[in-house]
């Protein structure tokens, strides 16, 4: 049995944002339950060279949908990663969510095989075939940002645990 890129990809999405989703959610509450000011929890980092909570979650909502519109062929849509707030991230993600869901499994048909250019910078320029755009790019790099907001925010004292990271799949 094969897998097809569409089950490799969107039902992975839509598990991890949904665990985030629920991570923020808790984060939030415990920041209420403590008074402590929720910028704390959003611009916290794991390193001083290293993004805030803010900049992971809006990476890996930019990775989800991206990876995802690249694979069917349609454009990737852009959004203005303007979010300060739980509220508004929540928001993103959600947006993220439907438009990933929205992306009918007939749309990555022949995709481990298409061509995907990166172009991050120029002169920059990166060719991969789908499937190892998914597996080798695509996929780890949304990992780190889920993992790296996880690791922030269990770092500054948030109760989450692997279960919480793995979400309901």
Same mark, same amino acid.
């Given at each position: 049995?094969?897998?097809?890129?569409?089950?490799?990809?969107?039902?992975?999405?839509?598990?991890?944002?949904?665990?985030?989703?629920?991570? /923020?959610?808790?984060?939030? *509450?415990?920041?209420?339950?403590?008074?402590?000011?929720?910028?704390?929890?959003?611009?916290?980092?794991?390193?001083?060279?290293?993004?805030?909570?803010?900049?992971?979650?809006?990476?890996?909502?930019?990775? *989800?949908?991206?990876?995802?519109?690249?694979?069917?062929?349609?454009?990737?849509?852009?959004?203005?990663?303007?979010?300060?707030?739980? %509220?508004?991230?929540?928001?993103?993600? %959600?947006?993220?969510?439907?438009?990933?869901?929205?992306?009918?499994?007939? /749309?990555?048909?022949?995709?481990?095989?298409?061509?995907?250019?990166?172009?991050?910078?120029?002169?920059?320029?990166?060719?991969?075939?789908?499937?190892?755009?998914?597996?080798?790019?695509?996929?780890?790099?949304?990992?780190?940002?889920?993992?790296?907001?996880?690791?922030?925010?269990?770092?500054?004292?948030?109760?989450?645990?692997?279960?919480?990271?793995?979400?309901?799949?």
């Amino acid at each position: 049995m094969t897998l097809s890129i569409h089950s490799a990809c969107v039902p992975v999405f839509k598990q991890l944002l949904g665990s985030l989703s629920e991570i /923020l959610a808790r984060t939030e *509450a415990h920041a209420g339950e403590r008074k402590i000011d929720p910028d704390a929890y959003l611009q916290a980092r794991l390193f001083p060279d290293m993004f805030p909570l803010l900049r992971q979650v809006q990476i890996a909502c930019d990775f *989800a949908k991206g990876v995802s519109a690249r694979l069917a062929d349609v454009d990737v849509p852009v959004y203005d990663d303007k979010e300060r707030s739980f %509220a508004e991230l929540q928001a993103l993600i %959600a947006k993220t969510q439907t438009f990933i869901d929205g992306l009918e499994p007939a /749309l990555f048909e022949g995709a481990q095989d298409r061509e995907i250019v990166l172009r991050p910078g120029t002169p920059k320029e990166r060719r991969f075939g789908g499937q190892d755009y998914l597996t080798h790019y695509g996929l780890p790099q949304f990992f780190f940002h889920v993992t790296t907001a996880y690791a922030i925010l269990r770092s500054n004292g948030v109760e989450i645990g692997k279960r919480d990271f793995m979400g309901k799949y």
